[in-house]
């Protein structure tokens, strides 16, 4: 069982820089990070898949790294340019069973372990 603990929200100005973290366990096929601001649906933000290849959201590539660190079962979000509408909780996410059949590399319903999500404030 893949348990998730993610940590690195916090409060930051316009243009400012985050890095959040989520300790895992086991070995999930892929894991990503995901966002919901208040009255608004959760979007999926980054994924990274075994042997590291990695997609974004439109609205953070260039600003937005996802990575991982296998030795120490540690996802990352690294986070630049922060913009207030990046202002959101923050999970993470694993999909610890495959799910071929779900063709976008964003969506949630591949993703079937979550965290309790981290709050990241983006000011202007």
Known sequence: QV????????????????????????????????????????EGVA?????????????????????????????????NSLKPEDTAMYYCAAETVLKTWILSPLASTKFDIWGQGTQVTVSS
């Open 3 to 42: 348990h998730l603990v993610e940590s690195g929200g916090g409060s930051v100005q316009s243009g400012g820089s985050l890095r959040l973290s989520c300790a895992y366990s086991g070995y999930p096929y892929s894991m990503g990070w995901f966002r919901q601001a208040p009255g608004k649906e959760r």
């Open 47 to 79: 994924v990274i898949y075994r042997g590291g290849i990695t997609n974004y959201a439109d609205s953070v590539k260039g600003r937005f790294t996802i990575s991982q660190d296998n030795a120490k079962n540690t996802l990352y979000l690294q986070m």
